[in-house]
Nanobody, 122 residues
């Protein structure tokens, strides 16, 4: 079993900042990649940012230049620094972890956090 615990969401004014964190725990052999997704009411879940264990990053066009993803591999933790927030950033943000675990042999699986609400007021 792998668990992801998210924190850092909240209500902010447009132009403000928030920092999300996500810590993975459990029987993890190694983490291949971690990322952040978001889903607004009535919309599909979309990738916001991702980072590999080697440090390569990927961002959605809508957040480039405003959001920064980082990680602490020793702590199995990923962060999302969100600056210059806009009302359209309002969504539930979910942490994702692709990890290699021992489950009837070594296998790669995707795990999800519980979600944290980010609301940006205009």
């Amino acid at each position: 079993q792998v668990q992801l615990v998210e924190s850092g969401g909240g209500l902010v004014q447009a132009g403000g900042s928030l920092r999300l964190s996500c810590a993975a725990s459990g029987s993890i052999f190694s983490i291949n990649a971690m990322g952040w997704y978001r889903q607004a009411p009535g919309k599909q879940r979309e990738l916001v940012a991702g980072i590999t264990s080697g440090g390569s990053t990927n961002y959605a066009d809508a957040v480039k230049g405003r959001f920064t993803i980082s990680r602490d591999n020793a702590k199995n933790t990923v962060y999302l620094q969100m600056n210059s927030l806009k009302p359209e950033d309002t969504a539930v943000y979910y942490c994702n972890c692709n990890a290699r675990v021992l489950s009837n042999g070594w296998k790669n699986y995707d795990y999800w956090g519980q979600g944290t609400q980010v609301t940006v007021a205009s």
